[in-house]
């Protein structure tokens, strides 16, 4: 099952924040995050493995409530090249890996 | 680290003809790997997961005799569009599995007239 992620789609100014949420209907053990610029293929950006994990990546940074089956990606003072579709997704046996629908992130000037 | 390289990055095809594209993890070594089809405004939908050494195992809906998978090492990997019609025209990914995190390719943009 898909993990579902909102907004569907966001719009920011440079240095504006945004956070993108990713809720799953069954017991996740990890969560990981990617992002993909238009054409190219998606770049890896963080996994949080423990519930309650938070973790950061420059001004990029995510939260993990295992018991809620949710985590939040958090995006704070925005610059342009944070635009981006992001995807969440959780590992399945044999690491495969189910994308959530993604969220289209543009950040104007 | 964790590069991972395919070709070729466009192809453009006449319907019937196959088509493979290559997967390669460049500075290091994995075990499985995945290939994935996205369609245009649309999320990575997993076609397959191929571990070397075996057969690879296909998502329900994809067909394994049109989409061939040849995981010859730990390091290389090929999916051939058999047959290929203008509906597999689409944006194929490969991917590779290590220690938990999975690294991708720059993806492959089919376009079968």
């Known amino acids: 099952q898909q993990p579902v992620q909102s907004p569907q789609a966001v719009i920011l100014r440079e240095g504006e924040d945004a956070v993108i949420n990713c809720s799953s209907s069954?017991?996740?053990?990890?969560v990981h995050w990617y992002r993909q610029k238009h054409g190219e293929a998606p770049v890896f950006l963080m996994i949080?493995?423990?519930?309650?994990e938070q973790k950061g990546h420059e001004k990029i940074s995510a939260s993990f409530n295992e018991k809620k089956q949710q985590s939040s990606l958090y995006l704070t003072a925005s610059q342009l090249s944070y635009s981006g579709t992001y995807f969440c997704?959780?590992?399945?046996?044999?690491?495969?890996?189910?994308f959530g629908q993604g969220t289209e992130l543009s950040v104007k000037p | 680290g964790a590069v991972v390289s395919q070709h070729p990055s466009w192809v453009i095809c006449k319907s019937g003809t196959s088509v493979k594209i290559e997967c390669r993890s460049l500075?290091?070594?994995?075990?499985?790997m995945f290939w994935y089809r996205q369609f245009p405004k649309q999320s990575l939908m997993l076609m397959a997961t191929?571990?070397?050494?075996?057969?690879?195992?296909?998502e329900q809906g994809v067909e394994k005799d049109k989409f061939l998978i040849n995981h010859a090492s730990l390091t290389l990997s090929t999916l051939t569009v058999t047959s290929a019609h203008p509906e597999d025209s689409s944006f194929y990914i490969c991917?590779?599995?290590?220690?938990?995190?999975?690294?991708f390719g720059p993806g492959t943009r089919l376009l079968v007239l």
């Open positions: 997704g959780h590992l399945e046996q044999g690491g495969k890996l189910i």
């Open positions: 069954k017991a996740l053990y990890s």
């Open positions: 949080l493995l423990k519930g309650g």
């Open positions: 500075d290091f070594q994995a075990t499985t």
């Open positions: 191929s571990n070397e050494g075996s057969k690879a195992t296909y």
């Open positions: 991917s590779w599995l290590l220690q938990e995190t999975q690294y």
